[in-house]
Structures are given as C-alpha cells and as structure tokens.
T-cell receptor, first 114, second 112 residues
Framework: KAGVTQTPRYLIKTRGQQVTLSCSPISGHRSVSWYQQTPGQGLQFLFEYFSETQRNKGNFPGRFSGRQFSNSRSEMNVSTLELGDSALYLC?????????????FGSGTQLSVL | DQQVKQNSPSLSVQEGRISILNCDYTNSMFDYFLWYKKYPAEGPTFLISISSIKDKNEDGRFTVFLNKSAKHLSLHIVPSQPGDSAVYFCAASEYNFNKFYFGSGTKLNVKP
C-alpha cells in the first residue's frame, strides 16, 4: 500500500502570495488532517476532513483553508502569505478519524515565505 | 497555549542504556496519548499509544507510562540503539475528537 503522498516537497513563495498544497491519503483512508510544524512549536492542528466535510478546526486564521475531494484527496490553501507561515506542513490520514486510530503522516511540504 | 509540553528539547544516551522521554499535559479531558518518532526529511511515524484506562503499555523495547494524577506520561526505550536517534513527539486527544495536541518534541541521540 502506498503511503501518504504530499506535493510539492518544497515551495518558495513571497509575502502576499497564495499557495496550495496537496495530499493523497493512504488508499481506503477517508480522514485527512493537516498540521503545521515550526521549530520549537511542535505540530499544531489545522483542520480535519472526512467525506468532504470539515469536522474539526484548529486555531488558525481564515487565511488557512482546505477541502477534500470525493476520492479523499485533500488540498490546503494559504492566502496572503506572511513570513510566519514558513513551516513544514504535514498531512496525515486515518481510516475514519476515530480517536483511537493512529495517524499516518506524509513527508510534508516545506514552505518558505520570503 | 501549549496543552502538551515536552520540556527537554534534547536527550543524549549511551547505546544499551535506557532512554526516558517525558511529556506533561494540562487538559484533564485528554484520554488518549501517543508517541511518534520523526527522522529528518520524513513525516512522523507512530510508535506506541496508551488510553487513560491504563497506566502502562509495552511494545517490544518501548514502554509508555501514564500518571493521570500528575498529568504526566513517559516513554522508556530499553535498550537504546543508535537507530533510535530521532525526534520524539508525544500527542494527546480527547475521546471522540479527532484532533491531536502535540508537544514540541525531544531530540534523542543514542551514542554508539
């Protein structure tokens, strides 16, 4: 079974631009979560999607949005980029998103905002 | 507001010895806890978990201990191996929520 795939691997943008990150979950997994990792901050929850519906959201501004398609693939969008958005963005999938399910993470997209 | 804290950014241990990684949390509603390991340029991978109805869970060389009254959990690795060198994250969630709170990570270095 292929793992969680995130594209692109690296991205360089300038302030004010917008960016779209993509995530393909493990086949059969219907829950996709997004996390932001910054040095010293650990992983911070952005949002979770299941069957094309956002079920849970973290404490991020509205510039961060996402969506999920019928094939469970998910995209995350960040508009009006700020320097502080530079981070590793990780996508994780699980079968149903139930609490006792472990998350399977992709390798992440490293976003640099200049 | 960091609800899960790993106060040791790094830990260095000799091969064959025990590694103990610690994690504290503030939310008494957390009832499911996990440890993830992360190598550079890779995503975190699941290591071991524990629910609040237990105080210990073992999987091979890895054991997680949970002290609910102290809101503290720890990961023991015995014996430590050089391949265990990675960043370890603890995470917690409330029952029926699919949102995990992660600590900031502890970088473990196991010296040969």
């Amino acid at each position: 079974k292929a793992g969680v795939t995130q594209t692109p691997r690296y991205l360089i943008k300038t302030r004010g631009q917008q960016v779209t990150l993509s995530c393909s979950p493990i086949s059969g997994h219907r829950s996709v979560s997004w996390y932001q990792q910054t040095p010293g901050q650990g992983l911070q929850f952005l949002f979770e999607y299941f069957s094309e519906t956002q079920r849970n959201k973290g404490n991020f501004p509205g510039r961060f949005s996402g969506r999920q398609f019928s094939n469970s693939r998910s995209e995350m969008n960040v508009s009006t980029l700020e320097l502080g958005d530079s981070a590793l963005y990780l996508c994780a999938s699980s079968s149903t998103g139930a609490t006792n399910e472990k998350l399977f993470f992709g390798s992440g997209t490293q976003l640099s905002v200049l | 507001d960091q609800q899960v804290k790993q106060n040791s950014p790094s830990l260095s241990v000799q091969e064959g010895r025990i590694s103990i990684l610690n994690c504290d949390y503030t939310n008494s509603m957390f009832d499911y806890f996990l440890w993830y390991k992360k190598y550079p340029a890779e995503g975190p991978t699941f290591l071991i978990s524990i629910s609040s109805i237990k105080d210990k869970n073992e999987d091979g060389r890895f054991t997680v201990f949970l002290n609910k009254s102290a809101k503290h959990l720890s990961l023991h690795i015995v014996p430590s191996q050089p391949g265990d060198s990675a960043v370890y994250f603890c995470a917690a969630s409330e029952y029926n929520f699919n949102k995990f709170y992660f600590g900031s990570g502890t970088k473990l270095n196991v010296k040969p």
